[in-house]
Structure formats: structure tokens, C-alpha cells
């Protein structure tokens, strides 16, 4: 059964940093693409981060300018986000996912496979 299990939300003040990981379990993802998306109470999901399958080429949602960073460790099956500056616009549930393909995209459509996601919570 393939599995993506994020960890590493929580509560935190405007400006502190956090990490999340997402762990998958079930088949290895090194061919793969994967992602970041997140989605707040009553809005729609968006798009916050996505790596190509060898970790070269990285995109971000327009939001994130500069203070977020997605990596990924194929020898351990786990894609991060590091976050830092984070404001309160940042909270929301956040889902790590993996694609279709190789290269980096930003629609959730173009993904298959989602974890059950992360709470990112950021007080004033």
C-alpha cells in the first residue's frame, strides 16, 4: 500500500521557522516529482512548492518569495519544506504529494498520490 505520511506542523509565532517532512512508504518515488500544497479553511488548494525527480529544478507558488525551501532525499523516500518567516496567512492544513511525472508542476491534478497532511498554525 503506498503511503505518504507529513509531519513536523504545529503551532508557532509570526516569524519563527518550522520543517515538515513527508515520508513514503509502499514504493520508492525517485522517478518522481513531488510537492507541496496547502489549503486553508474555506479556500481552495494551492500550490506552495514542487522538486523534480533528481532534485534539481524547484518552483514555488508566488506566496512563498524566498522563504520557503523544498528538498528531497531519495535515498530515504522523503521530500521537506523548510519554512522560515512564517506569517499568519501561512496557516492552513499542509499536503505533500507526488506526481505523475518527472518535472516539477504546480497543479494538483498532475498528482496522484497525497498524504493526509499537516496543520501549520502561525499566531500573531
Known amino acids: 500500500q503506498v503511503r505518504l505520511v507529513e509531519s513536523g506542523g504545529g503551532l508557532v509565532q509570526a516569524g519563527a521557522s518550522l520543517r515538515l517532512s513527508c515520508a513514503a512508504s509502499?514504493?520508492?518515488?525517485?522517478?518522481?516529482?513531488m510537492g507541496w500544497f496547502r489549503q486553508a479553511p474555506g479556500k481552495d488548494r494551492d500550490f506552495v512548492a514542487t522538486?523534480?525527480?533528481?532534485?534539481?529544478?524547484?518552483d514555488y507558488g508566488d506566496f512563498v518569495k524566498g522563504r520557503f525551501t523544498i528538498s528531497r532525499d531519495n535515498a530515504k523516500n522523503t521530500v521537506y519544506l523548510q519554512m522560515a518567516s512564517l506569517e499568519p496567512e501561512d496557516t492552513a492544513v499542509y499536503y505533500c504529494?507526488?506526481?505523475?511525472?518527472?518535472?516539477?508542476?504546480?497543479?494538483?491534478?498532475?498528482?496522484?498520490?497525497w498524504g493526509q497532511g499537516t496543520q501549520v498554525t502561525v499566531s500573531s
Open positions: 509502499g514504493r520508492t518515488f525517485s522517478s518522481n516529482a
Open positions: 522538486i523534480n525527480w533528481n532534485g534539481r529544478i524547484t
Open positions: 504529494a507526488v506526481s505523475r511525472f518527472g518535472r516539477i508542476g504546480a497543479l494538483p491534478i498532475e498528482y496522484d498520490v
